[in-house]
């Protein structure tokens, strides 16, 4: 999708099961609206599943990537259980790391 320049996807275990929470890095010029959500999910829904549909969608301004350039779901998922991350010398931007760390909507 044209509004989104990045995205990553991480199950979260919550209340005896798991959902999916899909954070977005908009494109330049663009935010993560309400508008932009239900488009995220009807695509979501139509092109994957429903199954696919994210149960929280947040806008964050970086995703994590190893220096060889590979995201790292590993490490955002850690953060969202409470579990120490720690390979931050192996990404090329660990500083992203802190805003997943600071994202108090992982928790309602």
Same mark, same amino acid.
């Given at each position: 999708?044209?509004?989104?320049?990045?995205?990553?996807?991480?199950?979260?275990?919550?209340?005896?099961?798991?959902?999916?929470?899909?954070?977005?890095?908009?494109?330049?010029?663009?935010?993560?609206?309400?508008?932009?959500?239900?488009? *995220?999910?009807? !695509? $979501?829904?139509? @092109?994957?599943?429903?199954?696919? =549909?994210?149960?929280? %969608?947040?806008?964050? #301004?970086? *995703?994590?990537? !190893? $220096?060889?350039? @590979?995201?790292?779901?590993?490490? =955002?998922?850690?953060? %969202?259980?409470?579990? #120490?991350?720690?390979?931050?010398?192996?990404?090329?931007?660990?500083?992203?790391?802190?805003?997943?760390?600071? %994202?108090?909507?992982?928790?309602?």
């Amino acid at each position: 999708m044209e509004e989104i320049a990045d995205s990553l996807a991480i199950g979260q275990n919550w209340a005896g099961d798991q959902r999916i929470i899909l954070f977005i890095k908009p494109s330049e010029g663009y935010t993560l609206t309400e508008d932009l959500k239900e488009k *995220i999910r009807k !695509t $979501l829904r139509e @092109k994957a599943s429903p199954r696919h =549909v994210p149960a929280k %969608i947040i806008e964050i #301004p970086d *995703i994590p990537y !190893t $220096l060889n350039m @590979k995201k790292v779901e590993t490490a =955002v998922a850690n953060i %969202i259980h409470g579990r #120490p991350v720690l390979n931050r010398d192996a990404l090329i931007n660990p500083e992203s790391l802190d805003y997943y760390e600071n %994202i108090s909507k992982l928790h309602s």
